[in-house]
C-alpha cells in the first residue's frame, strides 16, 4: 500500500456530471486539502471534443487529448471515469487503470453491472479503489453504507424506487392526466429523461442498480441471473385511475430477495397502497429500503440523479482516496462470495390487476372469467366501463395466485379475437407497510 | 498510527444493548474476522453488578470488578462504553480511555453532547478511535454519512425527529384518544420510554443529539449554545383533534439551520402538514433531513433506539477499529472549528397555534382579541367550543408573525383571571414540502 501526501487526477468525460466535477475540483480545493489532509492536482482532462463550449476555466491546459493513454502514465493516480455505458472507452479506461494500479472512481453503473465483478479482482489484487457510489441513487449514499455501515447485519430484502425519469412520468401522468406519450415527449424536452430513454422504461436500468445493490448486501458478487423485469411501458393515464379507485398507487419498484438462499430479484410496476412510504416518493426522486438483522429496516431517500447529488457522492468517493484509504470494492472478498440459486418465478405469489380492451360484445365476460376459473385464478373484484358505442374496458383484481397461473391465463385470453389491446398487468403489493 | 492484527476489547456496560452487542461478539466472531481482516478477543466484561441474570455465555470468565482500571490495562485496544449518562463511571472511562491510547466506541449521547469537544481533542491528539454512531438516530448510520459521504457538501438545513418515545406516545394518543398521561403511563410500563422520560419528554434528549449532528455538519464542534427547547409535556388529545381539523399534524421537530452565519437550532413541538414527509413517521421511528449544496435534500429514515438498531451502529463502528481506519472524531478537525454566532429566537418568524381554556363569560373574547392585536399578532382563524356550561376553548391560529410578539401575548393573556390552564403554543410549519 503506497502511501501518497499528493494525487494526481485525470477527469475523463465532461459532460453535465463532468462539468460540475471539474468545477468543484477547481474551486473547492483548498477546502478538500483542508478536510483530507492530502494535496492533489487535477492533472489531466479528456473528453470527445475539446471544442464543445464548456465555459470551465483552464480547462485548456488541462486537456489531453488520448484518454486511453492516461491509465498508462506514471503522473496519474486516481482516474474519474464519467463517459458511461459498458462497453468502449469507459471499459477500456476503467480495466487498464486498475491494471495499472491506479484509483478508479466512476459514477458508471452499466460498467459495474456487467464488469463489476471482474474489475473488482483486479482492483482487489492491486490494492487500488474501485469506487462507485454515484453509480446508484445519485447523492444518496448507499453504497458506502452498505459496505460500512451495515456491515454487522445479515440483509434479506432490498427494495424501492430506483429510477427518477420513471418516477417523474407517473407522478406527472397522475398530476396532469395527460396520457404516457405526451409526457415522455415533455419529459425529454425538459431533460427529466434521455432523448433515447429506452432503459429507463423497460425496466433494464433498475435492474442494473438493483443487481449492484443485491451484490454488495447479500455478498454474492453482482449477478447477472435472468431475472424478471418490466417496464412502465404499457402503464396509461386509465391504470393511474383506477388505481385511485382502489387507494392504491403505481410505482416502478425495485425488489430482491433472499428466501431460503434462493435470490430473488425483480423489477416491475407495482400497485401499492397510496398511503405506504413509497407511495409518497414522487419527481424525479428515489427511495431505498433496506431489511435485516440486527437492524430492522432502514430507508434512504434523496434525488436519484442530477449533476448536484452526482457529484456529491463523486466527491466523497475521491475524499476517501485522499485520505489513504483502501477499501475493498465491494466491501467484502469478491473471491470469497456467498452462492445463492435463482427463485423460479413462476412460483412467485401476488394479486394482479389485469385491464382488458375488449370488443363490446355478448359472451365476453363469460369466457374471460371461464379461462380465470380454468387456470386457477380467483377473482376478488372486476368492473367493466364502456370506452365507446363497441369497446369496453374490464378491469380485474385477483385473489393471490401463482405467476405462472396469471401468465397462461393472459396467454389464453390474448388469444381471442375480441381482445383488441395489449393486456396490461400489474401485480399488487397491498401489505400494510412496505 | 500502531498497526493491530488482533484487538482486545473491554465492554463496559451490560444492560439491554450491552447484552445485545456481547452476544454479537461471541456468535458473530468469525464473520467479523472474515470481513475485517482483523482477529479480534472480547477479553474484559465490567458492569454494576454481576449476579444480575443475563444469560450470556461466558461472561464470568471476562467479568472484571473494576470498570475503572479498565482504561489503563495494557491488554486492552478498544473500550465499548455502554452505561449511558454524562457524567459518573461512564465519563471516567471514556476519558482515561482516550489519554491512554484506547480506540474508544460508545452510544452516549449526552456524554458526547457534553464533552465531545474535549473528548475529540483528545482521541485526535492521541490518533486514536472515537466513535459514536449509536448516539443518534438508532441504526441510521447518518454520522458516518455526514463524516464521509456528505463531506464535499455545505450543509446548511437539519431537521427531522429524533426521540422515539415521543413520536410513539403522540401517534398512541392519536390512534387511541387516550390522553396524554395515560399514554404515558403505557409506554413506560411496555418498555416503549423509560421509568424516567423527562429528558424525552422536555426535548432535551433532542437537543442533545441536534446538537451533535449541527456540529458535525457545520463543522462548528458541538455547540452548547442556549437554544429554543420545549417538549411535548403540554400536549393533549384536544390539540390533536384540532390538528386533525386543519389537515395537519403534531410532531416534535428537531430543526437546525445556518442563516447568514448565525447557528438557529430549536426543539419543539411543530404543525405539519399531513401528508408531508415527516407526518409519516410514526410510533418509535426517526427521520433524519440533510440540506446542502451540491447534494439536495437526502432523508434518513429507521427506527431511532432498540437493541437491534443499536447493536448494529456500534458494530458497524467495531469494524472501522478493526480495519485500522483511524478517523478523526468529528471528521474534521476538531482545533479548526468554524465559528457561527447564536440566532437570536425573539426574531424568528411563524404562525402559531393557540389553545386557550377560559371561564365563559361576556367579554373574554373581545379582550383575547385586543390583547392580540395590540401585539401585533392577527389571526387567520379562530373557534371556540364549549367544554362544559361555564368553560371553552378557544383555538387561534395566527398569521405570520414574530416569536417576541407571540410570547408578549401569551404573557399578557396568561395574565388574565379567566385563563384557566396553561395556554397551549404550538409553531406551525406548513411548507409543502417540510
Not at 289 to 302: L, M, R, S
Not at 355 to 378: C, E, F, Q, Y
Request: positive net charge; aromatic residues 8%; contains cysteine.
Amino acid at each position: 500500500m503506497k502511501y501518497y501526501n499528493n494525487f494526481n487526477i485525470a477527469l475523463v468525460g465532461i459532460g453535465n456530471i463532468g462539468s460540475s466535477v471539474y468545477n468543484y475540483l477547481v474551486q473547492k480545493k483548498n477546502y478538500l486539502i483542508s478536510q483530507t489532509g492530502s494535496n492533489y492536482n487535477l492533472k489531466y482532462v479528456s473528453a470527445k471534443n475539446l471544442k464543445k463550449r464548456r465555459h470551465l476555466k483552464n480547462i485548456k491546459k488541462k486537456w489531453f487529448s488520448n484518454p486511453l493513454k492516461l491509465a498508462h502514465k506514471d503522473d496519474v493516480d486516481i482516474i474519474i471515469e464519467l463517459i458511461g455505458g459498458s462497453e468502449g472507452i469507459a471499459k477500456k479506461i476503467v480495466f487498464s487503470a486498475l491494471r495499472n494500479k491506479k484509483h478508479v472512481i466512476t459514477a458508471n453503473k452499466e460498467l459495474i453491472f456487467k464488469y463489476g465483478n471482474e474489475l473488482a479482482k483486479i482492483a482487489q489484487e492491486n490494492k487500488v479503489n474501485l469506487l462507485f457510489e454515484a453509480s446508484v441513487g445519485g447523492g444518496i449514499p448507499v453504497i458506502k453504507s452498505i459496505k460500512e455501515s451495515l456491515i454487522s447485519n445479515n440483509i434479506f430484502h432490498i427494495y424501492g424506487i430506483l429510477n427518477g425519469t420513471t418516477n417523474f412520468i407517473l407522478t406527472e401522468i397522475e398530476k396532469t392526466k395527460k396520457n404516457f406519450s405526451t409526457i415522455l415527449t415533455e419529459a425529454i424536452k425538459k431533460g427529466y429523461a434521455e432523448p433515447n430513454p429506452t432503459k429507463d422504461l423497460n425496466g433494464e436500468d433498475v435492474k442494473s442498480k438493483l443487481s449492484i445493490l443485491s451484490g454488495l448486501c447479500f455478498k454474492s458478487g453482482i449477478l447477472s441471473n435472468k431475472f424478471e423485469v418490466q417496464g412502465i411501458q404499457n402503464i396509461d393515464y386509465l391504470d393511474i385511475e383506477y388505481a385511485k379507485e382502489f387507494k392504491l398507487k403505481i410505482k416502478l419498484l425495485a425488489i430482491s430477495e433472499v428466501i431460503n438462499n434462493k435470490i430473488k430479484l425483480r423489477v416491475h410496476p407495482s400497485l401499492i397502497p397510496e398511503n405506504s412510504d413509497l407511495a409518497k416518493i414522487d419527481g424525479a426522486n428515489n427511495a431505498i429500503v433496506i431489511e435485516g438483522q440486527p437492524i430492522g429496516k432502514i430507508v434512504y431517500q434523496g434525488l436519484g440523479a442530477g449533476k448536484g447529488p452526482t457529484t456529491s457522492s463523486v466527491i466523497s468517493d475521491l475524499t476517501s482516496v485522499l485520505k489513504s484509504e483502501i477499501s475493498l470494492p465491494f466491501g467484502y472478498d469478491i473471491n470469497k462470495v456467498k452462492k445463492y440459486k435463482t427463485f423460479d418465478f413462476n412460483n412467485h405469489h401476488s394479486k394482479y390487476y389485469l385491464r382488458l380492451t375488449v370488443r363490446d360484445k355478448a359472451g365476453v365476460l363469460s369466457i374471460i372469467t371461464n379461462i380465470l376459473s380454468s387456470s386457477n385464478v380467483s377473482i376478488q373484484r372486476i368492473i367493466q366501463n364502456p370506452i365507446n358505442f363497441n369497446q369496453a374496458s374490464i378491469v380485474i383484481i385477483t385473489h393471490k395466485c401463482m405467476e405462472k397461473n396469471i401468465k397462461r391465463t393472459i396467454h389464453k385470453i390474448s388469444s381471442k379475437n375480441f381482445i383488441l389491446k395489449k393486456i396490461v398487468m400489474i401485480r399488487i403489493r397491498d401489505e400494510k407497510k412496505l
